[in-house]
């Protein structure tokens, strides 16, 4: 599997399959994707895309640090779900972050995500909340050491 760069419109095409098959472009599209500072990563089997992952500079909602960025609309097709992809962009990113002085990388994840995210070195903030058409939801966030 190789991680790389990807466009905002390759991205939205796997939001569209896993996250929101059925719901209106405004659910996949997000503020800022197409703008310069937006990173979008995508795994790929081959020539085959099978993940994407975007973060997008925006402060942390808990307002402790500026230089953040959000991961918004991580998602991996069916097939290779359970593989792996996930945690390799999710990786990706936060080195990517780090990078270029990034000192906080936060999201809002399912509820099922938790343990997922704090594998990863996330911890959920405060209580779970719900989000309309999604369902029940933390706040992760990971501080650089």
Not at 15 to 44: K, M, N, Q, T
Not at 71 to 82: H, K, S
């Amino acid at each position: 599997m190789e991680i790389r760069s990807i466009s905002f419109l390759q991205a939205r095409s796997i939001r569209r399959e896993v996250l929101r098959p059925c719901g209106p472009e405004s659910e996949i599209a997000y503020p800022g994707d197409a703008g310069e500072s937006a990173r979008h990563f995508g795994a790929f089997d081959g020539d085959r895309l099978t993940g994407v992952a975007t973060f997008l500079p925006e402060p942390c909602p808990d307002g402790q640090e500026t230089a953040a960025w959000r991961l918004r609309g991580m998602a991996t097709i069916r097939p290779a779900q359970g593989r792996g992809v996930g945690g390799q962009l999710l990786q990706h990113g936060i080195e990517r972050a780090s990078a270029v002085g990034v000192t906080v990388i936060w999201c809002y994840g399912r509820t099922t995500a938790r343990a997922f995210y704090e594998r990863h070195g996330f911890r959920a903030v405060g209580e779970e909340f719900a989000l309309p058409n999604s369902g029940p939801h933390y706040l992760f966030v990971l501080r650089a050491a």
